[in-house]
């Protein structure tokens, strides 16, 4: 356990060299934080590769009817 704790560096070490990384660099560095975080907190994230249901307002009649009525309802005068 003492090796690992001396090969670490402590964030004051560690944010000077996460400031010079390119663009591409940094958001790889942010997607690894954030899939440490969620790992530890047992939050499951999107997989690569697997396929997720997405929302589409296709076939959606009704939620295009109540939009169209709220757009074509008379507004009242905003009192702010």
Request: with cysteine; net charge negative.
């Amino acid at each position: 356990m003492r090796d690992l704790e001396e090969a670490c560096m402590s964030l004051k070490e560690l944010l000077p060299i996460l400031q010079k990384l390119e663009r591409a660099d940094k958001l790889r560095a942010v997607q690894f934080l954030v899939f440490e975080l969620a790992k530890e907190e047992g939050i499951a994230l999107l997989a690569p590769g697997a396929a997720y249901p997405v929302w589409t307002p296709y076939h959606a009649v009704g939620a295009a009817d109540s939009l169209l009525g709220m757009l074509s309802a008379p507004q009242e005068p905003n009192r702010g």
